[in-house]
């Protein structure tokens, strides 16, 4: 067990609706990260969180959003949902922002869209 | 987005075999880090690299941190069952930037 807490563990949706998926970090970590994992593939990062701060983003559609809340738990919002946003979405946590820094990884939440 | 090359893309080993993975970037990385997923599940780190030519071991697994600090290598010794799974390679670039490039991953099959 990674620490890494993350709601819910499956989700099923019609396109163009909106979902909200739910990360809460291990105790003491301030990091937060998220990544896309289509079927096959490797982890696409999305965007980083540091203590409710947006640190760097990646990949991320302009119909997907995220923040961090002031008790470090983070919500990744995916809106105008299609097909191809079908995938496992996983948040990651570190202690720091830094490099050097490993990230923990939960067990993800397999979106699918219909 | 930006990938790291990992080889081979899948294995299929007898148990008992030793296993070598290894990754490639055409950029610089401070960490290099081996994550294991299994069907369903999250990430799970196995080893972190932090200097260029460390060597280090967890259990049956030793990785390595390429000395141009752009590629790494990992060894599975006496194969069991339970390493299938799919092993990614990580880097990361240090300073402020800690968020990990993945590799394309090595899909892992053993059989008795």
């Known amino acids: 067990d990674s620490g890494v807490t993350q709601t819910p563990k499956h989700l099923i949706t019609a396109t163009g609706q909106r979902v909200t998926l739910r990360c809460s970090p291990r105790s003491g970590d301030l990091s937060v990260y998220w990544y896309q994992q289509s079927l096959d593939q490797g982890l696409q990062f999305l965007i980083q969180y540091y203590n409710g701060e947006e640190r760097a983003k990646g990949n991320i559609l302009e119909r997907f959003s995220a923040q961090q809340f002031p008790d470090l738990h983070s919500e990744l919002n995916l809106s105008s949902l299609e097909l191809g946003d079908s995938a496992l979405y996983f948040c990651?946590?570190?202690?720091?922002?830094?490099?050097?820094?490993?990230?923990?990884f939960g067990n993800g939440t397999r979106l699918t869209v219909t | 987005g930006q990938q790291l090359n990992q080889s081979p893309q899948s294995m299929f080993i007898q148990e008992g075999e030793d296993v070598s993975m290894n990754c490639t970037s055409s950029s610089i990385f401070n960490t290099w880090l081996w994550y294991k997923q299994d069907p369903g599940e999250g990430p799970v780190l196995l080893i972190a690299?932090?200097?260029?030519?460390e060597l280090t071991s967890n259990g049956r697994l030793t990785a390595q941190f390429g000395i141009t600090r752009k590629d790494s290598f990992l060894n599975i010794s006496a194969s069991i069952p339970s390493d299938v799974g799919i092993y990614f390679c990580a880097g990361q670039e240090g300073g402020t930037a800690s968020k990990l490039t993945f590799g394309t991953g090595t899909r892992l099959q053993v059989t008795l």
């Open positions: 690299l932090y200097k260029a030519g």
């Open positions: 990651a946590s570190s202690v720091e922002g830094q490099g050097n820094s490993p990230l923990h």
